[in-house]
């Protein structure tokens, strides 16, 4: 369990506030929100309040975050070993145990290939699945397309269109089915309320261990890349 004495905390202050917020950061770190004149004393009592959910929580960030092993590629949930050249073009090969990726000279390193690589795999996967899971459901979505998002894995709009995070390609496809399965779920029921569970539930019954491991576990996908740009070592 983290102790919060030892923990560097980030204090902001806002004259848009009218409470105090605290939040944990994906890699572990605590961000205290407070309004303009907000005294110590009332922000340690705030911290005091949540401190056995902060140090909760703060623990497991931490412990998710040391999965993302140095020199590794992640893809559909396995870590493989990055195997990275500088060369006169962009390729990237998934093998059994190793993707190798290779990186213009010119460039700062092998990340901007790899993720163009990974944006056109989750095209090419998640599209359908998200065919398959529609019509599973009876739904017609109208667009589906990709985007890069740091704290959400994907979104549902009215008109129909849906978008999703291509990181999810990093992600067990367990996982990708169940975010799948949730921003579908919204066509049929706008909200978070019980019969929008039960819609969930009926194509996923399991989907509250997804759920759970996706915020547990998948939080430090939304921001990994290769380190320094891209050398992955």
């Not at 303009?36 to 960030?61: F, K, N």
Request: aromatic share 10%; glycine share 8%; with cysteine.
């Amino acid at each position: 369990m983290t102790d919060l004495t030892d923990l560097e905390i980030d204090y902001r202050f806002s004259p848009r506030r009218r409470s105090i917020g605290l939040r944990v950061t994906t890699d572990g770190r605590l961000v205290v929100t407070a309004p303009l004149g907000a005294s110590r004393a009332s922000i340690d009592q705030a911290l005091a309040r949540h401190r056995d959910w902060l140090e909760r929580t703060v623990a497991a960030r931490r412990l998710a975050w040391k999965q993302l092993q140095p020199g590794r590629a992640f893809f559909l949930g396995r870590a493989y070993q990055l195997l990275a050249d500088p060369g006169n073009q962009e390729t990237v090969e998934l093998g059994e145990e190793a993707i190798r990726v290779q990186w213009l000279r010119k460039s700062s390193g092998p990340w901007r290939a790899l993720a163009a690589w990974y944006q056109r795999q989750a095209a090419a996967q998640l599209a359908p699945r998200v065919g398959v899971y529609a019509a599973r459901m009876g739904l017609k979505p109208r667009v589906t397309e990709f985007k890069e998002w740091k704290r959400r894995w994907g979104e549902c709009h009215p008109d129909g269109k849906l978008r999703f995070n291509w990181r999810l390609i990093l992600l067990p496809p367990e996982i990708i089915d169940y975010v799948v399965v949730h921003e579908l779920a919204h066509l049929q029921v706008p909200g978070h309320n019980p019969r929008f569970w039960r819609v969930v539930a009926a194509i996923l019954p399991d989907w509250a261990a997804r759920r759970q491991w996706l915020n547990c576990e998948g939080s430090p996908f939304l921001l990994w890349q290769l380190e320094g740009g891209g050398q992955g070592q």
